[in-house]
């Protein structure tokens, strides 16, 4: 389909040729095989699994209950195809369109863009997975008790999992939910997804599990799961009660549910042993054909190809340094490196004394995957990005 563009269409043909991969419904993917985990976990949910990356701002923003002046809503942060279509950030976009099918439990899995910076973590597209359950809030208390009793949590004994989250006012009940719904359909969001981790690490010795309070313009009150691995505390989700306005407007008044939103990378580089996020992305035999069932297993590294480090600096225009912004930067990067680069990091910031110039350094690491990169090949990207840098950006090299 053409979409007219305008001032604000950022979307670049390199990340427009990722809308059509759809890594998470590939056979024997990591990804694809972690979503069939999730949903062999959650047996009874509906599967929402084709849902289009295109979505308005309606969609991905206003019917979620964002406020017109959100961070998540600039261009910095998002992918637009023109003001009012753009790339889903998240499968939270689905939302209403789920509930309006009637379902009372589902799964939506998808693609989901965001502009970001450059490291072995973070690549402008990834997958999310949605979920949500709803109950009549008549019948709520009765359901959530009778769906709790079934299964039992004995053979998880290894895993701790650490609550010290306080219902206040800062992260509030909703006034119109009956408190003991609430407090119910939070616990059953909560032993829902203590669960599924648990079924998910059931091989890591030792997991710790946490659940911090957090803010969605969507739930309240919210929370986020971390678990901690390899020293850091890393989120794996959020999630929280739904507001109330959302069910209404999708023609379910009468219900209350819990919704939650989970990054699949994120799990998958733990589970798998997977290094670098870029390789979720390759489509080398190396990675792909070493998986061949639907099974969770350890990824066997193949050699690291040796990296080469280039730094590029440039003044900024007076008047547009308030414009500057790091993303702009890894866009080009993006484009014209592609999947070349394994980090970007800014390393030196300065300001002239004299002429109140601002001086930026970057340092860019460029590392294939799959194979050795000549000298000369490397300089020619780095020439054009050189180029490309200081026509986008209108900034002078140094
Ligand atoms: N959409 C959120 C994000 O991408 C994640 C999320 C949080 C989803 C809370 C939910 C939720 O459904 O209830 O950051």
Known sequence: RAYPRDKL?????????????????????????????IESYFDKFHHFNSFSPIVTTVQNFDELGFPANHPGRSTTDSYYINNSIMLRTHTSAHQRQAFK????????????????EIDTCHYPVFHQMEGAQIFSINKAIEEIACDMQISTSQQYRHINTDDNTVISTTNPIQPCHPIEVANATISHL????????????????????????????????????????????????GCGVIEQDILNNAGQPDKIGWAFGL??????MVLFNIPDIRLFWSKDPRFINQFTSNEIIKFKPFSKYPSCIKDLSFWMNNDKEHEFHITN????????????VEDVKLIDDFMHPKTKKRSLCFRINYRSM????????INGIQDKLRKSVAEKLDVTLR
Not at 9 to 35: A, F
Request: aromatic letters at 12%.
């Open 370 to 377: 799959d194979r050795t990169c000549t000298n000369e090949e």
């Open 263 to 268: 990054g699949l990378e994120r799990i998958a």
């Open 101 to 116: 099918t009637g379902a009372e439990k589902f799964l939506i899995s998808a693609d989901v863009y965001r502009r970001d």
């Open 329 to 340: 930067f890894c866009e080009i990067v993006r484009d014209i490196a592609e999947d070349l």
């Open 9 to 37: 269409t950022n979307v670049t043909p390199s990340i427009l040729s990722k809308t059509t991969r759809q890594l998470y419904l590939q056979q024997y993917h990591p990804i694809s095989i972690l979503r069939n985990c």
């Open 190 to 237: 909560k032993y829902s997804l203590n669960e599924l981790v648990k079924m998910l690490f059931i091989d890591e010795k030792n997991l710790q599990v946490r659940w911090v309070d957090a803010y969605f313009p969507f739930t309240s009150p919210s929370w986020e799961m971390e678990i901690f691995y390899q020293g850091k505390w890393l989120e794996v989700c």
